[in-house]
Structure formats: structure tokens, C-alpha cells
């Protein structure tokens, strides 16, 4: 099978590779890159070169599918191993038959011009995310690296900013890092003017705006709803007691709003879910509200369950908070692998009796919540009750 070897290149070109990285393209027979990064290489190499189509993705896709040569040579931006081409293809193909030569990441790069501390900075991609991911890490404080898709990312991350009160933040534009036409550009967020950066930069914000938790249990007012919505102290109880993970996918069933995937979402930076729902309007209503929250491109919104159910990947959590019936409980319980977790809220008479019986059945916890809130009465005050929720926590 075809071995790929991947060579980082930065904006300083073919000066800016190792010996043993030149060494690796003067002996290759084809390389493939950018328009851009092939035109780096110099005269004398022997290779035939191919400049990726669009889209970049189907070409690669077809490259790697083909045995037809020994050893295949890619040129990528920076450390091909950071949001890059060399993380896709190993991806796609296993570490085997991938040798990576890396070069010092824009990343890296930023924070050397910036003296900013890696250890304490968060990375964003706009590569292929929207400007929206970008929420979840919005705090008073925070420093965030944005990796731009083009010259127009800039842009959209100041009109971000100001949209989530985040105007005063400082933006830094850094263009071309380490080649000889390497661009700062500072300003703030709320007068900020640059309608097109280079088109290779990354973004430097550091945020000033209100102090953000990435607990759960947001305020009932940053979700569009019609009703249908987990109310705030159940909700931060149940994406608790759904204790979300790394890599692991949730259902959530009967999604209403969305707000609990959403804020099951907002706990890792790689889960996914796939939230079901029946009405049309929500379903779309659960996609404004992911994009919103900055976690659209890892929710999935599908159809009815039980039906959709048995059309998408197996779960690794499942939460069940609408259309409780016998048939579903069973169909999300026999989707679940050994270890795999189970959350149900009931309201009604009936769906409580559902979980009671299933807890004696199956086992788990069971718990019953209460909640009253203080409301005016007249001219006073008093206590005014939620409906409680019945809630089964199992383990299969």
C-alpha cells in the first residue's frame, strides 16, 4: 500500500524546512499542495506536482484511495498535526503509513509575537467551524487564538464579539507569520474597521465582557422556546447526572429546545448528540439554538423516535425527556452497550409509573424534585411551586 509523507511548510518556505525535510521532497516523485505552497519549491526538484482541486477534501479523498505508487508526498500549513493534513489523513488511514515532517505552527508562532502562554490560551478553528464556536469560550480574561478560514474571518469575529457584549475585547490580526510580508493588525472589537485581512492570518482576542460559566444550568432567557424547555435548576441537575465525557454521543430524546444536548455540549470539547424531535418548527428552533451556543457542528438534530432512532449511531448516553412510552424506554435501553447511561424526567402520573416500574426491573436511582420559586402575591411575596420531576438515573 502507498506510504504518504507529509511536509509542513510555513510562510518562510523552502528556507524555513529541516535538512531532513528538503531531503525528503528532493527524493520524492509526486507531491501534491496548494498552488501557493508548491510555487515554495525550488527549481530543482524532480517531482511532478499536483495542485489540490476543490474540493480539497474529495481530492484527497481520491489520492489515498490510490495504490498506484509507492510513497505519495503532501505539503500542509505549519505542523500538519494541529488542525492540519496530516491529522485527516491518519484519520482516514492509520499512523502506519503516515511519516509526518512538522514545522512550527501559526499557533506557536502567535504566541511568540504575542509573549502569550500557550498552557493558558484557547485555540479555535474557523478552518471548517463557524464563527459561533467561538462562544463557549467567551469569558472576561480569557485569551483565544482563532485559526481564520480567510481574510474575511477577522471580520466575523469582531461582529461576534459585539454581538455577545464582548465589544471592548482586543482583536490582534496576524497575517503571513513568517514570511516576509508578516502583518500585525490591533484594534477593538466594537470599532473595528479591517474589511479584509491576509488571507492567511489567525486571530488574537483577549476578551473583555462578562464573566461566563461553562456550568450548566444557563439562564431559561438565552434559549428560543415555545414552552417546551427544561426549566434551569432541573436542567442543571440532569446534564449533571448525565455526566458528560470526552468523545462519548447523546440522544436526546424528545429534544424540545435542545437546551439539554446543548448544555451537555458545552461540558467537552469533542462529544456529539443527536437530539430527536417530532414538530419541524423545533426541530429548526434546535438548530438556532446550537449555533447560538456555539455547539451546531457537533449536534445533529433528527426526526420522530422511535423510528430515527434505529437510523443513527448507537449511544453512548441517552437522556429521555419527551413522548415517554413503554416502546421507547425499551428501544433506548436495548441501544445502550454494557456501561452505557440512562437518564428519564417524568411530570405526569403516567410517565412516573413508566420509571417506577423500569427501576424495578432494571435497577438505578430514582430520585424526586421539587422546586418553588419567590413570586409576587399582590402587593407580597410567596412561594410558588414547579411541577416535580421524577427522575431514573441507570447504568446498563
Not at 141 to 159: C, E, M, Y
Not at 190 to 218: H, K
Not at 245 to 272: F, H, N
Request: a negative charge.
Amino acid at each position: 500500500m502507498t506510504h504518504f509523507v507529509v511536509v509542513g511548510i510555513g510562510a518562510d518556505g523552502w528556507d524555513g524546512l529541516s535538512g531532513h525535510a528538503q531531503a525528503e521532497l528532493r527524493s520524492a516523485e509526486h507531491v501534491y499542495g496548494s498552488a501557493r505552497q508548491l510555487a515554495m519549491l525550488p527549481d530543482g526538484i524532480g517531482a511532478e506536482t499536483t495542485a489540490w482541486s476543490s474540493p480539497m477534501s474529495a481530492h484527497l479523498d481520491r489520492v489515498l484511495a490510490d495504490d498506484s505508487t509507492e510513497t505519495v508526498h503532501l505539503l500542509a500549513s505549519g505542523d500538519p498535526m494541529f488542525h492540519g493534513l496530516a491529522a485527516s489523513v491518519v484519520r482516514a488511514i492509520g499512523a502506519d503509513r503516515v511519516t509526518v515532517f512538522g514545522a512550527s505552527s501559526s499557533v506557536s508562532l502567535a504566541a511568540a509575537r504575542l509573549g502569550w502562554d500557550l498552557a493558558r490560551t484557547e485555540v479555535r478553528s474557523l478552518v471548517t467551524g463557524e464563527v459561533e464556536s467561538l462562544v463557549p469560550a467567551l469569558t472576561d480574561g480569557a485569551r483565544i487564538l482563532v485559526l481564520s478560514r480567510d481574510g474575511d474571518s477577522p471580520r466575523r469575529v469582531a461582529d461576534l464579539l459585539r454581538r455577545k457584549d464582548f465589544g471592548w475585547s482586543t482583536l490582534t490580526v496576524l497575517g503571513d507569520l513568517g514570511g516576509v510580508d508578516e502583518s500585525v493588525t490591533t484594534g477593538l472589537a466594537r470599532s473595528w474597521d479591517l474589511d479584509e485581512a491576509p488571507a492567511l492570518n489567525i486571530v488574537a482576542v483577549e476578551c473583555v465582557g462578562p464573566a461566563r460559566t461553562r456550568a450548566p444550568g444557563r439562564p431559561d432567557a438565552d434559549y428560543a422556546h415555545d414552552g417546551q424547555l427544561t426549566k434551569q435548576p432541573f436542567r442543571a441537575l440532569t446534564v449533571c447526572a448525565l455526566a458528560p465525557a470526552e468523545g462519548q454521543l447523546l440522544w436526546d430524546v424528545g429534544a424540545g429546545s435542545g437546551s439539554i444536548a446543548i448544555e451537555w455540549l458545552r461540558q467537552t470539547r469533542t462529544g456529539r448528540a443527536i437530539a430527536f424531535e417530532a414538530d419541524p418548527v423545533r426541530a429548526e428552533r434546535i438548530a438556532a439554538n446550537a449555533r447560538e451556543h456555539g455547539v451546531a457542528e457537533r449536534l445533529t438534530v433528527a426526526g420522530a423516535a422511535p423510528e430515527a432512532l434505529r437510523a443513527v449511531p448507537d449511544p453512548d448516553t441517552v437522556f429521555i425527556g419527551g413522548g415517554l412510552d413503554a416502546e421507547l424506554l425499551d428501544t433506548c435501553w436495548d441501544a445502550l452497550d454494557g456501561g452505557g447511561l440512562l437518564v428519564a424526567n417524568a411530570v405526569t402520573l403516567e410517565s412516573e409509573r413508566l420509571l417506577v416500574a423500569a427501576r424495578e426491573e432494571r435497577g438505578g436511582d430514582l430520585i424526586r424534585v421539587s422546586v418553588e420559586r419567590a413570586g409576587a402575591l399582590g402587593s407580597m411575596t410567596a412561594w410558588r411551586p414547579a411541577l416535580p420531576v421524577v427522575q431514573w438515573t441507570v447504568t446498563r
